[in-house]
């Protein structure tokens, strides 16, 4: 199964971007999808998850701001991005984990936000 994010950008602050990620094959392979991002000089961290039954986790550093949903007809997942602040700029991955745990990650879309 191969992740496809897309809908990286450059953005002022305060902008707003979507970011998608769609698998090659049917969502419903995967208990658990979710973006996670990469910043310079920082580990990758969790963003956004949403489960197959619909349970949505965020950072605290994004809740308010990010909303995470999933498409099932089109094998999609969503990050919705508003309020975007510059410490938002990262590279961001998409993740899926199927149902007997295997992971897979998409190539990362980088989000740049200018101050």
């Known amino acids: 199964v191969q992740l496809q994010a897309s809908g990286g950008g450059l953005v002022q602050a305060g902008g707003s971007l979507r970011l998608s990620c769609a698998a090659s094959?049917?969502?419903?392979?995967?208990?658990?999808m979710g973006w996670y991002r990469e910043a310079p000089g920082k580990q990758r961290e969790s963003v956004a998850g949403?489960?197959?039954?619909?349970?949505?986790t965020y950072a605290n550093s994004v809740l308010g701001r990010f909303t995470i949903s999933r498409d099932n007809t089109k094998n999609t997942v969503y990050l919705n991005m508003n309020s975007l602040k510059p410490e938002d700029t990262a590279a961001y991955y998409c993740r899926a984990v199927t149902w007997r745990g295997d992971v897979n990650w998409g190539q990362g879309t980088l989000v740049t936000v200018s101050s």
């Open positions: 094959g049917s969502i419903f392979s995967f208990n658990d």
């Open positions: 949403i489960t197959s039954g619909g349970s949505i």
